[in-house]
T-cell receptor, first 115, second 111 residues
Framework: DSGVTQTPKHLITATGQRVTLRCSPR?????VYWYQQSLDQGLQFLIQ???????AKGNILERFSAQQFPDLHSELNLSSLELGDSALYFC??????????????FGSGTRLTVV | DQQVKQNSPSLSVQEGRISILNCDYT??????FLWYKKYPAEGPTFLIS?????DKNEDGRFTVFLNKSAKHLSLHIVPSQPGDSAVYFC??????????FGTGTRLQVFP
């Protein structure tokens, strides 16, 4: 157990629907990151939050949004889902802005399948 | 623009031999480099890191080498064990920026 909790582990939904992925960071970590991994591709950075504020944005579609709550957990909202959104979505956390000591700690991911 | 590249999608090595995984980067501002290991159905786990002020870092069977002039990073695993079979990602960041990951290399260690 890495200390980063992602729910749900699996999600199957239809095109056009909206889903919410949840992440609880490791205790004490202030930064939360979301990454997408599609079909044996690399990890594509989506967005970072630090202590409740958006810190950096990557290749995140306008249909996707995220937020970090006061208790530091984060949610990634995916709407108007398309088949191509099927992927593994990873959440990671770090104690500071860049994971200075040991990089990021990753959760086990949410596998999203859009049918 | 792929700033971190792992040009070998897969590598097969015999148990006991050395595994060498390579990574190239293009951004000269990167100053922190890491390797992650990923098993199926699990998230990536941190393996070893190196800052740009060093050219080598060792941790047990794992050694990371950094060649800044060539913008090249490598991970050596000696001796390789079957449990090392996984996908290995290299990652890099610049100052307080986010980690940029490569596409991964699948290592298979056979008996």
């Amino acid at each position: 157990d890495s200390g980063v909790t992602q729910t749900p582990k699996h999600l199957i939904t239809a095109t056009g629907q909206r889903v919410t992925l949840r992440c609880s960071p490791r205790s004490g970590d202030l930064s939360v990151y979301w990454y997408q991994q599609s079909l044996d591709q690399g990890l594509q950075f989506l967005i970072q939050y630090y202590n409740g504020e958006e810190r950096a944005k990557g290749n995140i579609l306008e249909r996707f949004s995220a937020q970090q709550f006061p208790d530091l957990h984060s949610e990634l909202n995916l709407s108007s889902l398309e088949l191509g959104d099927s992927a593994l979505y990873f959440c990671a956390s770090s104690e500071d802005l860049r994971g200075s000591n040991y990089g990021y700690t990753f959760g086990s991911g949410t596998r999203l399948t859009v049918v | 623009d792929q700033q971190v590249k792992q040009n070998s999608p897969s590598l097969s090595v015999q148990e006991g031999r050395i595994s060498i995984l390579n990574c190239d980067y293009t951004n000269s501002m990167f100053d922190y480099f890491l390797w992650y290991k990923k098993y199926p159905a699990e998230g990536p786990t941190f393996l070893i890191s190196i800052s740009s002020i060093k050219d080598k870092n060792e941790d047990g069977r794992f050694t990371v080498f950094l060649n800044k002039s060539a913008k090249h990073l490598s991970l050596h695993i000696v001796p390789s064990q079957p449990g090392d079979s996984a996908v290995y990602f290299c990652a890099a960041s610049a100052r307080t920026d986010k980690l940029i990951f490569g596409t991964g290399t699948r290592l298979q260690v056979f008996p």
